[in-house]
Each structure stands twice: as C-alpha cells, then as structure tokens.
C-alpha cells in the first residue's frame, strides 16, 4: 500500500474512529477534548490536501478491502471527491473552533463532539465511498448524527422537529437503497466503476433513477422533501451551520454530481424533471424566505434556495456550467456558513430570534453586522465575492447552450436573494438598537465568523485558482462533455 493510499484511509477512519475517544477525553480535560475535535478534523483536511496534487492531475487514488464480490470495501478519490473533502473538512474545522465559545454554555458537550466529528467522517467515507452499499452506510451515519445533533437542547419540541428531520431522510435514504438493489439487479455489481463498466451507455431503469433521486432530493432539502430543513433550526447555531455549509445538504448534491454526472445514463425525462423541480425549489424557498422572521429560518429557506441553483447548474450539462454549480458549493458554504455562525451570537447574546423585535445591532456587535453582510453579499452574487464567479459560470453556460430559462431562473433568484438578505441585516443590525446585548460573542466566536466571510471575499479576488481545480474535476466526469 502506497503512501496516497494510506492517507486516503486516514481521511475516512481518523475522524470516524477518533470521534468515539472524544467522550472520554472530555471527562479527563474540557481543553483536551475539544484540542482533541479539531485536530481530528484538521488531520483530514490536512490528508486531504496532501493527496490533492495527484487527484487534480487526473490520477485517481484506491484503497480498500476486496472480497472478491459485490461488497468489496473501495475508497476512491478523484478530483471531485477530493474537492468536496477539502470543502467539507476546511469549513468544518472553522465551526468546530467556533463551538469551542458556543457550546461551553450548554450541556451534553461530550456528545456534541462526537457527533460532529463522527457526522464528518460519515461525509468523508461518503465522498470517497465507491460502492454504493457503503456509500448508503456512511449516509445513514450522517442521518443519524444529524438527528442527534438536531435535538441536542433534548426539549420536546426540539426532540420532535429532529425526529421530523430523520423520518423525512431515512425514508428517503431507503427509497434510494431500493433503487440502489435495482441497479445490481440490472448490473450485478454495487461497484460504481464496475457499473460504469457494465452499462455502457446503457439507460439506467427509471425506477431507479426515481428511487435514487427521492434519496438525494430528502437529503438536499428540496421541494417537495423540504420541510425538515428550516424547523432543523432549533439546534445550536453552528449544528445548522454544519448541516447547510459544510456537509448534510450537500451530500446530495454531490451524490447527483457522482451518479448522474460521472456513472449513469438515464431517459431525456429526467433532463428536463430535474431542473423544473430545482427551479421550483429555489424560487418557492426564496419567496418563503421573504415573508418569514425567524433569522435562521430565512437563512435556511435560503439554503434551500441557493441548492435548487446548484442543482439547476448541474443540470446544464455543460463543463463550465457544472464548474460552476461545483464552484457554488465552496462558496456557499462559506458564506453560509458565515450566517448561521453570525446568527448563533446574536441569538446567543439577545436570545432573540425574531428579526422585528432586534434592531441597531451594528453598534454593539459591529464584527458580526460587517461578517454577516459580506457573507451575504457572496450569497447574493455580488462581485467580487467567489458567489457572483460562480453564479455567472452557470448563467453564461446556460445561455450558450440555448437553456435561457435557467439563466432566466438565476437572475429572478438572485434578486429576490438580494431582497431578503438585505431584509434581515437591515432589521438586525440597521436602526434603532432595541435590546440590551453584550459587545459581540467570544473571540473564537468572532473570529470564525470574520475568518469565513475574508474567505467569501477571498473566494472571489483569487477566483482562478478554485475555478482551475473545479474544472480539472469536472473535466474528469465522463458525463459532461466539453
């Protein structure tokens, strides 16, 4: 075994494994424990990186176990699985850090770390998984921590909406499997390199194509398998950032980019079903967003929002329309993520959710007010922020390929994105300041929220070399032609 081989399975059993040490850790030393979580988490990234020359050069990394049957035990890395592991561990890292400050004031702490650690690892065996049993294994790893991480505050009403949460995925999650058995009925064989192989061209069975897609539409919180998502906020402020940034609704996204992208062939149906259900996501969740004033439900119908555009970007086709959608992800998920954690201190210090009732909080918390509107601003498409390179990849690619109306779709979402991020910061921060609140969250806390929106900012100025490494990995999906 060779050492990017090595490596590709430390990425995968560090954090999975290590998360289980973090209970006893914390009974030791609180510093040590939580020392313990982040570096965990940066040894992935770390790993990650290290193996990232070879997988954006086109060279794919195996690793594994072989039975000699359907279940063999692969790991592959190529340059989109290493580009979500890097997305996923880097935005990670920064809430685990944030926690440090947020969840000292809570209990359960011990299970708060190693459930994200642990959801981690879900991610990172998911992302590199190549075979579809264990790929399904590590997602229901993922669906699980997430249901516990929901209900962390044990309330009833927070026991409810996470057990919402976790019917609405597994159901999902099983529908996939179904389709998942499908395609070895079909093929004989759960490996996706195999499969490849064996279909040649061949359209995969429309039931599984349904099966599998109801899976990553639950998981993507997508119409109509929505719901879960924006009552998921009653979890701590960096759990939700976790779950719409850095890993759970973007694992469906890349699941679609992997499958649909890189392995299978499917009906001409599914080409045009897929980005009328993405439009009407997006822009069903953008006017919701509109109208609510819960913060972090307006953050979170605008993730809803903002994965219906990247999956109508995935849906071109077209190499610099899917570098795009890909693209999105990264930026996305910083500046996403950058919002919730700036929503975690305002909640935290006013224990106020209700945007009406804050106002003027720029002038007690002028770090997080500047953090939230440069996140947003990224979100929105503004330039030069890494969300307008993006966004404009997929407009553009939708235009030369004749496929208008999605650009049409982009340009309507991202007005109507500027019209209810602006609502919230101008109701949060802007005005008259109406309740008392300290000067800001602790400083680990500010400084995540000020790290992930220069990285927003950051993200834009030096587009070229993140736009260089998604088209490398995009360049290698069979599926999208040039």
């Given at each position: 075994?060779?050492?990017?081989?090595?490596?590709?399975?430390?990425?995968?059993?560090?954090?999975?494994?290590?998360?289980?040490?973090?209970?006893?850790?914390?009974?030791?030393?609180?510093?040590?424990?939580?020392?313990?979580?982040?570096?965990?988490?940066?040894?992935?990234?770390?790993?990650?990186?290290?193996?990232?020359?070879?997988?954006?050069?086109?060279?794919?990394?195996?690793?594994?176990?072989?039975?000699?049957?359907?279940?063999?035990?692969?790991l592959r890395a190529d340059g989109l699985a290493v580009f979500m592991a890097i997305v996923s561990t880097l935005i990670s890292a920064i809430i685990v850090f944030y926690s440090f400050g947020y969840i000292s004031h809570y209990e359960n702490q011990n299970e708060y770390y190693l459930m994200v650690v642990l959801f981690l690892g879900g991610m990172?065996?998911?992302?590199?998984?190549?075979?579809?049993?264990?790929?399904?294994?590590?997602?229901?790893?993922?669906?699980?921590?997430?249901?516990?991480?929901?209900?962390?505050?044990?309330?009833?009403?927070?026991?409810?909406?996470?057990?919402?949460?976790?019917?609405?995925?597994?159901?999902?999650?099983?529908?996939?499997?179904?389709?998942?058995?499908?395609?070895?009925?079909?093929?004989?064989?759960?490996?996706?390199?195999?499969?490849?192989?064996?279909?040649?061209?061949?359209?995969?069975?429309?039931?599984?194509?349904?099966?599998?897609?109801?899976?990553?539409?639950?998981?993507?919180?997508?119409?109509?398998?929505?719901?879960?998502?924006?009552?998921?906020?009653?979890?701590?402020?960096?759990?939700?950032?976790?779950?719409?940034?850095?890993?759970?609704?973007?694992?469906?996204?890349?699941?679609?980019?992997?499958?649909?992208?890189?392995?299978?062939?499917?009906?001409?149906?599914?080409?045009?079903?897929?980005?009328?259900?993405?439009?009407?996501?997006?822009?069903?969740?953008?006017?919701?967003?509109?109208?609510?004033?819960?913060?972090?439900?307006?953050?979170?119908?605008?993730?809803?929002?903002?994965?219906?555009?990247?999956?109508?970007?995935?849906?071109?086709?077209?190499?610099?329309?899917?570098?795009?959608?890909?693209?999105?992800?990264?930026?996305?998920?910083?500046?996403?993520?950058?919002?919730?954690?700036?929503?975690?201190?305002?909640?935290?210090?006013?224990?106020?959710?209700?945007?009406?009732?804050?106002?003027?909080?720029?002038?007690?918390?002028?770090?997080?007010?500047?953090?939230?509107?440069?996140?947003?601003?990224?979100?929105?498409?503004?330039?030069?922020?890494?969300?307008?390179?993006?966004?404009?990849?997929?407009?553009?690619?939708?235009?030369?390929?004749?496929?208008?109306?999605?650009?049409?779709?982009?340009?309507?979402?991202?007005?109507?994105?500027?019209?209810?991020?602006?609502?919230?910061?101008?109701?949060?921060?802007?005005?008259?300041?109406?309740?008392?609140?300290?000067?800001?969250?602790?400083?680990?806390?500010?400084?995540?929220?000020?790290?992930?929106?220069?990285?927003?900012?950051?993200?834009?100025?030096?587009?070229?070399?993140?736009?260089?490494?998604?088209?490398?990995?995009?360049?290698?999906?069979?599926?999208?032609?040039?």
């Open positions: 075994m060779g050492e990017n081989e090595l490596m590709l399975l430390l990425i995968v059993f560090v954090p999975t494994v290590g998360a289980f040490a973090l209970p006893l850790l914390g009974r030791m030393s609180v510093r040590l424990r939580n020392f313990s979580a982040l570096c965990l988490v940066l040894i992935s990234l770390v790993l990650t990186i290290v193996i990232s020359p070879s997988a954006f050069r086109g060279k794919t990394i195996t690793a594994g176990v072989s039975f000699n049957n359907a279940y063999d035990f692969v990172m065996g998911l992302v590199f998984s190549d075979n579809l049993i264990y790929l399904y294994l590590f997602w229901e790893i993922t669906a699980i921590t997430s249901w516990r991480l929901i209900g962390f505050f044990r309330e009833e009403q927070h026991v409810l909406r996470a057990d919402k949460a976790f019917l609405v995925t597994i159901f999902g999650s099983l529908l996939m499997l179904i389709g998942f058995i499908s395609i070895y009925q079909q093929n004989g064989s759960f490996n996706l390199t195999a499969i490849k192989e064996n279909l040649n061209g061949t359209h995969l069975s429309n039931l599984a194509v349904a099966m599998i897609l109801a899976g990553i539409l639950s998981k993507s919180a997508t119409l109509p398998l929505h719901t879960w998502l924006p009552d998921a906020g009653v979890a701590p402020s960096p759990v939700t950032a976790l779950l719409h940034a850095a890993l759970l609704v973007k694992i469906g996204v890349y699941v679609f980019a992997r499958l649909f992208l890189a392995t299978f062939t499917v009906d001409e149906f599914w080409h045009t079903a897929v980005p009328i259900i993405a439009a009407v996501s997006a822009l069903v969740s953008a006017g919701a967003a509109m109208v609510d004033t819960d913060l972090k439900r307006i953050i979170a119908y605008s993730t809803i929002s903002q994965i219906g555009f990247i999956f109508l970007g995935l849906a071109t086709g077209n190499e610099i329309g899917v570098a795009g959608a890909l693209l999105y992800i990264l930026m996305h998920g910083l500046a996403k993520g950058g919002l919730f954690l700036c929503a975690g201190i305002v909640e935290q210090n006013t224990k106020i959710k209700d945007i009406t009732r804050l106002g003027g909080l720029i002038k007690t918390m002028p770090i997080t007010a500047v953090s939230f509107l440069l996140c947003a601003f990224s979100v929105m498409g503004i330039p030069p922020f890494g969300g307008f390179f993006s966004k404009y990849m997929v407009i553009t690619s939708s235009v030369q390929t004749g496929q208008v109306w999605i650009s049409m779709v982009f340009l309507v979402g991202a007005f109507l994105t500027i019209i209810y991020l602006f609502r919230a910061f101008n109701m949060v921060f802007l005005g008259d300041l109406k309740t008392p609140s300290e000067k800001e969250g602790s400083i680990g806390m500010v400084i995540s929220v000020a790290a992930l929106a220069a990285l927003s900012l950051a993200g834009g100025i030096f587009i070229y070399c993140p736009s260089q490494l998604v088209l490398s990995a995009v360049q290698q999906l069979t599926g999208v032609m040039r």
